[in-house]
């Protein structure tokens, strides 16, 4: 009789383990082999009423958050204002305060301090106090003639650009010939301004409250023409204004037609510099963004 029992206890054990281990074959094919054998071991146990230990549960596994990436600052596009005031820069350390009397006159005659040609002369300051400094500045010039005139003289590389110009399309001076289209001396913008002005219109132009007549004739010791860089000419069509753009030169002090600066860079260049490109009054100017 008991060979019989333990027949029959050792088949219900074989049964038993043949079961754990089909069930432990299943768990295998999704838990690692870990897992698997503490499933086996808890499953003997039980058979033989022992208690089955806890497998210890998976560590949670720290959050990485995820690395935040930077929007990339979008490129602010300058403004003409600023475009010209930074090339201005190369020439002036400090630029003039908004409104003063020497912000007044750059905004009205300082295109050509743009020009980084170097074998152009501008003048340390916008306004020159008397004769003694104009003549100090001129002498440092290196001159040049135009072509078909008298004793009219520019700065060289300016009066090189007119000549190139006016073999393209034949423009006249304002005068004919005369001198005072060409570079001019102190006394002689001093005359002129005496001439289209009184006793108060300085002191108005200085305070901001007067500046229309600065189309017309600039205060003593300010005019382009002391720097050798302007000339006033007859033009009247396209083919003689193109001619002198593509060669530099530009109409750039609102209202005064006939006045003709050099800034030596051809119209696409002055647009980049900031220059604003304006029809007053039917003509064409190129003016400061001050």
């Not at 074959?25 to 089955?52: G, H, M, T, W, Y």
């Not at 295109?111 to 002498?139: G, H, S, Y």
């Given at each position: 009789?008991k060979?019989v029992f333990h027949k029959i206890?050792?088949l219900i054990i074989?049964?038993y383990?043949a079961?754990t281990?089909?069930?432990?074959?299943?768990i295998?094919?999704s838990?690692?082999?870990?897992d698997?054998?503490q499933v086996e071991n808890?499953l003997v146990?039980?058979?033989?009423d022992?208690?089955?230990a806890t497998?210890p549960?998976p560590?949670?596994?720290?959050?990485?958050?995820?690395?935040q990436?930077?929007?990339?600052?979008p490129t602010?596009?300058?403004?003409?204002?600023?475009?010209?005031i930074?090339?201005l820069?190369?020439?002036f350390?400090i630029i003039?305060q908004?409104d003063?009397?020497?912000y007044?006159?750059l905004?009205?005659?300082?295109?050509?301090?743009v020009n980084?040609?170097p074998?152009?002369k501008?003048?340390?300051k916008l306004?020159f106090k008397?004769?003694?400094?104009t003549q100090q500045?001129?002498a440092t010039?290196t001159?040049?003639?135009v072509?078909?005139?008298r004793d009219?003289?520019?700065?060289?590389?300016?009066?090189d650009?007119?000549n190139?110009?006016r073999?393209?399309?034949r423009?006249?001076?304002k005068s004919?010939?005369?001198?005072?289209?060409c570079?001019?001396n102190?006394?002689?913008?001093?005359r002129?301004?005496?001439?289209y002005?009184?006793?108060?219109?300085?002191d108005?132009v200085?305070?901001?409250?007067?500046?229309?007549?600065?189309?017309?004739?600039a205060p003593?010791?300010?005019?382009?023409?002391?720097w050798?860089?302007a000339?006033?000419l007859?033009?009247?069509?396209?083919s003689q204004?193109?001619a002198?753009n593509?060669?530099?030169?530009y109409?750039?002090?609102?209202?005064?037609?006939p006045?003709?600066?050099?800034?030596?860079?051809?119209?696409e260049?002055l647009?980049?510099?900031?220059?604003?490109?304006k029809?007053i009054?039917?003509?064409?100017y190129w003016?400061?963004?001050?």
């Amino acid at each position: 009789m008991k060979i019989v029992f333990h027949k029959i206890a050792f088949l219900i054990i074989a049964a038993y383990i043949a079961m754990t281990l089909v069930a432990s074959n299943r768990i295998a094919q999704s838990q690692p082999s870990s897992d698997v054998e503490q499933v086996e071991n808890c499953l003997v146990n039980r058979l033989f009423d022992e208690k089955c230990a806890t497998p210890p549960q998976p560590q949670p596994q720290p959050q990485i958050p995820p690395i935040q990436i930077p929007s990339p600052i979008p490129t602010r596009t300058l403004t003409d204002k600023e475009r010209f005031i930074a090339a201005l820069m190369n020439h002036f350390a400090i630029i003039p305060q908004p409104d003063s009397y020497e912000y007044i006159l750059l905004r009205a005659y300082g295109a050509p301090f743009v020009n980084l040609e170097p074998t152009i002369k501008l003048p340390a300051k916008l306004a020159f106090k008397n004769d003694r400094e104009t003549q100090q500045f001129q002498a440092t010039l290196t001159k040049g003639k135009v072509a078909g005139t008298r004793d009219c003289y520019l700065q060289k590389s300016a009066a090189d650009a007119l000549n190139k110009a006016r073999a393209i399309a034949r423009f006249p001076l304002k005068s004919g010939y005369a001198r005072s289209d060409c570079i001019r001396n102190f006394a002689t913008t001093a005359r002129f301004w005496r001439k289209y002005t009184n006793s108060r219109t300085l002191d108005l132009v200085r305070k901001g409250k007067e500046t229309r007549i600065l189309g017309t004739v600039a205060p003593p010791g300010t005019s382009q023409h002391l720097w050798g860089l302007a000339i006033d000419l007859r033009v009247t069509n396209k083919s003689q204004i193109n001619a002198l753009n593509q060669n530099g030169w530009y109409r750039t002090v609102k209202y005064d037609v006939p006045h003709w600066s050099y800034v030596g860079y051809p119209p696409e260049t002055l647009l980049k510099l900031g220059f604003q490109k304006k029809i007053i009054e039917g003509t064409t100017y190129w003016l400061t963004p001050l």
